[in-house]
């Protein structure tokens, strides 16, 4: 889909969060690029079932308190930005967050 940029991003972010939980990964078996073809048409048919939507721009930058009528790419995207900002502040703040969004 021409999202390299994007991609790298967050494999960036996925090995900072692995390497701060101390995580090592295993990766088992091998690939072949023979696979390439039924692995994509796979992930195309799991997105055509699933039909996701864009992430409206509310969703991507509301910095408000947490809503029980919020959606989860806005509580997830709030959520990632408020870890970022101080992360020894988040634990309470999902805490609070997660009570807020179940009302």
């Known amino acids: 889909m021409g999202w390299t940029d ?3 991003e967050i494999e960036n972010d996925w090995q900072n969060i692995a390497a701060m939980l101390e995580i090592e990964e295993d990766h088992f078996g091998c690939y072949d690029d023979a696979f ?15 039909e996701p939507r864009r992430a409206s721009s509310d969703e991507i930058n509301y910095a408000g308190r947490v809503t029980s009528s919020m ?3 806005g509580i997830l995207n ?16 999902e805490a609070q967050a997660i009570t807020e969004w179940m009302k």
């Open 36 to 50: 390439r073809p039924d692995l994509q048409r796979t992930i195309d048919d799991m997105l055509t079932e699933a």
């Open 71 to 73: 959606t989860s790419p």
């Open 6 to 8: 994007l991609a790298d």
């Open 78 to 93: 709030l959520a990632w930005r408020t870890l970022e900002a101080g992360s020894s502040r988040y634990g309470a703040w």
